[in-house]
């Protein structure tokens, strides 16, 4: 979407993505937080500092080269030291619960959140008689689900991420052939994650109608 910003950085309701989830994250009282950062890595680092005037501490994890969503997570490694903790993917923006997400992990070594999937197209239904019926603007396609791109994750699993690769076509995988990932499923819940121009549009209008701006 720009050659000059990064995804994160882009303004949603006046504030930068990574702002407004760094402040979802202080809600659930997470003070420490880990960036992963790479492609123009500069702009994060004057635009959040240290993290102090958000509330938090900010630490970076340094990517040269990229390395994949699991590749940059076994890379952070060195800045996580609870046996639990929380993965975000930098372009979602939610009001999901962590605390129920967290919760629900149990003795499983990871939980992701899922949220229903919505068409990306509108419906439309007819009749026997081949008449039309109802058009339906982009419906929730009942029983489907989609990674939410939210995870808890225990420690231990570090060892078992690639130094490059994606987690949910490495780790997830194995974790859940061996019965050790847990599915949280939220509904109705704001979820959206920002891949066009259009995508923050609609978030913009979600924030304006719910006094979020």
């Known amino acids: 979407m720009t050659s000059e910003v990064p ?11 990574l702002v407004r989830q760094i402040e979802w994250l ?9 960036l992963a950062v790479g492609y123009l890595k500069h702009k994060i680092f004057e635009t959040l500092g240290d993290g102090r005037r958000l509330g938090v501490r900010i630490f970076y994890s340094v990517e040269e080269e990229p390395l ?8 952070a490694e060195p800045f996580v030291t609870d046996d639990v903790f929380v993965v975000l993917n ?10 129920k997400l967290v919760e629900a992990l149990g003795d499983a070594d990871g939980a992701i959140a899922l949220v229903p999937l919505r068409s990306p197209y509108g419906i439309v239904e007819y009749d026997k008689d081949g ?14 689900y989609i990674n939410a791109g939210v995870y808890a994750l225990r ?5 078992e991420l690639p130094d490059r690769g994606n987690i949910e076509e490495t780790l997830f ?9 847990k599915a949280v499923v939220y ?8 891949d066009s121009l259009k995508d923050l549009e609609e978030v913009d209008q979600f924030l304006g109608a719910n006094n979020e701006r």
């Not at 994949?68 to 890379?75: E, F, L, M, P």
């Not at 930098?90 to 605390?99: E, R, Y």
């Not at 008449?131 to 489907?144: M, N, Q, T, V």
């Open 7 to 17: 995804k994160p950085l882009l303004p949603v309701g006046g504030r930068p993505i």
């Open 26 to 34: 202080r809600g659930f009282g997470i003070r420490d937080v880990v």
């Open 68 to 75: 994949g969503t699991g590749g940059a997570i076994k890379n």
């Open 90 to 99: 930098g372009d979602v923006l939610t009001n999901l619960s962590l605390d």
């Open 131 to 144: 008449y039309i019926s109802h058009f339906r603007e982009k419906p929730i396609l009942e029983g489907f």
């Open 155 to 159: 420690r231990r699993v570090l060892a």
């Open 173 to 181: 995988p194995r974790l859940a052939q061996q019965h050790r990932l």
């Open 187 to 194: 509904r109705d819940v704001f979820w959206k994650s920002v």
